[in-house]
């Protein structure tokens, strides 16, 4: 008897003891299913990572059903306790036409909350937004700089927008050199929009920048 109830209290101390690093690992390796009890701990603790897992799992169906309105819940929660990744799949979820939650309004909105706090990915949504006026009027000022901050947080694709904003002299002085420099990289990974801007202006011509020194920021962070 005395066995088995040090047992118990041996599984309790456990639960209540696992860091979040350890059940992500647990997820990794072993799969979802090992790892839900433990990030429903977690949960209980308010731990905002285990709970954006959580929101993970049920929105791709990871070893148990899809449930988008469950995965919201719980980015709205882990949201709620200020993370950010959290907020940017609110976002992700209402610009998706394929469920019921496509909101323009409210996908710009969890957007620029996450940006304007540091989020890189969302600093692209909102450069985005700008770039294209959705929702909000076009302005090509606003749209460079929110790509030159996700850019320098390495948020990649970022920096496709910023070679096309120079090739093309959208909101800036055309400056093919730069436009080379921000497109290399993605260019030689294949990224679609690199490659677009690369071949349609044909920026392997221009492989140095003139004006290099003019402005606050003339080559994206490696």
Known sequence: MKKIILAFFIVINSLSAITFEEVYTIHKVQGSLKALKYYRELEKQNNPKAIYELGVIHLQGDGIAKNINKAYEYFTKAS???HLESTYALGKIHLSKSTHYYDLTKAYNFFVDAANKGDA?????IGRFFLMGEIVDKDYEKAMHYF???SKQKE???NCYIAYMYASGMGVFPNFGRAHVFAKEQYKKGDKLCVKVWNDYNLAKYPKDESWKVGDYNEPVK
């Open 121 to 125: 990915k969302s600093q692209l949504m």
């Open 148 to 150: 030159k901050l996700a």
């Open 80 to 82: 709620e306790l200020g």
């Open 156 to 158: 990649y694709e970022a």
